[in-house]
């Protein structure tokens, strides 16, 4: 199974500096630019899971 996130930024009353230092902070945490424009920006980021199984499991062996 593929998960994938994506993030749209509209720049609207933001400066232009300020907009594109959102941006830089976004592709520093790792996303990746999908559609890019003046005013406009989506990111995306994706994540495999081997066996969504799994995940359920170790949630159920969590003893507190």
């Known amino acids: 199974m ?3 996130e ?3 930024i ?3 009353d933001t400066s232009i ?3 594109k230092k959102e941006i830089e902070l976004l592709k520093s945490a790792g996303y990746k630019i999908f559609k890019e424009t003046n005013d406009y920006v989506c990111f995306y980021q994706t994540a495999t ?3 969504s199984d ?3 499991n170790k949630k159920m ?3 507190t």
Request: net charge neutral.
């Open 49 to 51: 899971v081997v066996d």
């Open 17 to 19: 500096e300020k907009f």
């Open 61 to 63: 062996q969590v003893k």
């Open 6 to 8: 994506s993030i749209e």
């Open 10 to 12: 509209f720049r609207e």
């Open 54 to 56: 799994l995940i359920v």
């Open 2 to 4: 593929v998960i994938r």
